[in-house]
T-cell receptor
């Protein structure tokens, strides 16, 4: 069985601060995919990143960066120089092929960025 | 513009009534999904369909039903058997799943159902 834990329920920061969202996953499979999605107040989930289990290289996309560490089963997400538009709920998720249709989501972390 | 539409955005029903949530996509995706989201919880899979006229139960299918008569449409019916139907429902689609090549799921804007 797969499980994703996002221990931080809510995070509140002031604009321009950095914020790191933790994600810890559990799976017995050696091949799997990890994801981050953003859910703004409008409700729609926006795909941010997918990482497969064989690629531990960290990734940076603008103000977003991701730190994947298999040794600690973590896939953490950092927003650098946060902005008010970053306020949203962020979900970490896991899927395992061949059942890659099934995303196991964490409970989400609500990020509030204050001006 | 290609995308997924869900209607209505907000839906109110009396207890004991069945209600159908609409989901339409024009992305030419084979696979479609329904998720339920409750406050403070992640999304949970209700049903999914990888091809027209075929669908499978997800983790929490009890009290729900679906149909997939057209590639573009995947309506979800919340029946009176669903004990706690008030929730936010999200529809998603992707290119065909389970082929060994991962295809991201794209999500619609959701329908918030409140049962009074």
């Amino acid at each position: 069985a797969q499980k994703v834990t996002q221990a931080q329920t809510e995070i509140s920061v002031v604009e321009k601060e950095d914020v790191t969202l933790d994600c810890v996953y559990e799976t017995r499979d050696t091949t799997y995919y990890l994801f981050w999605y953003k859910q703004p107040p409008s409700g729609e989930l926006v795909f941010l990143i997918r990482r497969n289990s064989f690629d531990e290289q960290n990734e940076i996309s603008g103000r977003y960066s991701w730190n994947f560490q298999k040794s600690t089963s973590s896939f953490n997400f950092t927003i650098t120089a946060s902005q008010v538009v970053d306020s949203a709920v962020y979900f970490c998720a896991l899927s395992v092929p061949p059942n890659d249709y099934k995303l196991s989501f964490g409970a989400g972390t609500t990020v509030t960025v204050r001006a | 513009d290609g995308g997924i539409t869900q209607s209505p955005k907000y839906l109110f029903r009396k207890e004991g009534q069945n209600v159908t949530l609409s989901c339409e996509q024009n992305l030419n995706h084979d696979a479609m999904y329904w998720y339920r989201q409750d406050p403070g919880q992640g999304l949970r899979l209700i049903y999914y369909s990888q091809i027209v006229n075929d669908f499978q139960k997800g983790d929490i299918a009890e009290g729900y039903s679906v149909s997939r008569e057209k590639k573009e449409s995947f309506p979800l019916t919340v029946t009176s058997a669903q004990k706690n139907p008030t929730a936010f429902y999200l529809c998603a689609s992707s290119r065909r799943a389970g082929t060994g090549v991962y295809n991201e799921q794209f999500f619609g804007p959701g329908t918030r159902l409140t049962v009074l």
